[in-house]
């Protein structure tokens, strides 16, 4: 088993910048790619960014493409989402998530059913 917990959420304003921490523990050798994912109230948990476990390929969403960076910190297990010139439109619950299986098919990264392990979620806020 692998326990995902995020951290850094808040409220900004837009055009700020925040940084979203995604721990893993437990069982991290079996995973292979961890990802973010956010969901908004009434609509479907989406795709943000992904990133190999070791850190050697990035994935991005368009929406987020130039503005966020996703990063692993080697000497942990932890990734991170770097976010910038946040807008209203990024607010949203943003969830990690890891996943067992080596892939580097966007479709796949893109799909929720492709992780095995979700943590709780953070909440970010922007203003305008």
């Known amino acids: 088993q692998v326990q995902l917990v995020e951290s850094g959420g808040g409220l900004v304003q837009a055009g700020g910048s925040l940084r979203l921490s995604c721990a893993a523990s437990g069982r991290t050798s079996s995973i292979r790619v961890m990802g973010w994912f956010r969901q908004t109230p009434g609509k479907e948990r989406e795709f943000v960014a992904a990133?190999?476990?070791?850190?050697?390929?990035?994935y991005y969403a368009d929406s987020v493409k130039g503005r966020f960076t996703i990063s692993r910190e080697n000497t942990k297990d932890t990734v991170l989402l770097q976010m910038n010139n946040l807008y209203d439109e990024d607010t949203a619950d943003y969830y990690c998530?890891?996943?067992?299986?080596?892939?580097?098919?966007?479709?796949?990264?893109?799909?929720?059913?492709?992780?095995?392990?979700w943590g709780q979620g953070t909440q970010v806020t922007v203003s305008s």
């Open positions: 998530a890891a996943g067992r299986q080596r892939t580097n098919m966007v479709r796949d990264l893109a799909t929720k059913t492709f992780y095995d392990y």
């Open positions: 990133i190999s476990w070791n850190g050697g390929r990035t």
